[in-house]
């Protein structure tokens, strides 16, 4: 059984940065497809960054070099590193997982799903 559980989400002033960490259980990190996601209200949920194991990774065209995924496979933890935060930014963060070869950035193509952190950006 896979369960998937982010924290870190909270309030930042514009310019400011955070840390979401996921923790993993039943799930390996090293040969596996982690991923970030977001949802904003009234928006589609959209691609953030995905690590899809030895060392490759992606990111939203948004990103614009303000997000850093990284893995811990010891402590079966994936991070995410914001910074330069903008309104903009404002959403439903979520963790999400496969053990295929999911299509990225299409949500639907990930099997497994934490419950999300909110990231609030305003001043």
């Known amino acids: 059984h896979v369960q998937l559980v982010e924290s870190g989400g909270g309030s930042v002033q514009p310019g400011g940065s955070l840390r979401l960490s996921c923790d993993a259980s039943?799930?390996?990190?090293?040969?596996?497809?982690m991923g970030w996601f977001r949802q904003a209200p009234g928006k589609e949920r959209e691609g953030v960054a995905v690590s899809i194991g030895h060392g490759t990774t992606y990111y939203g065209d948004f990103v614009k070099g303000r997000f850093t995924i990284s893995l811990d496979n010891a402590k079966s933890t994936v991070y995410h590193h914001m910074t330069n935060l903008n309104p903009e930014d404002t959403a439903m963060y979520y963790c999400?997982?496969?053990?295929?070869?999911?299509?990225?950035?299409?949500?639907?193509?990930?099997?497994?799903w934490g419950q999300g952190t909110q990231v609030t950006v305003s001043s």
């Open positions: 999400a997982g496969d053990r295929g070869e999911p299509r990225w950035p299409t949500a639907s193509t990930f099997a497994y």
């Open positions: 039943g799930y390996t990190y090293s040969s596996n497809c």
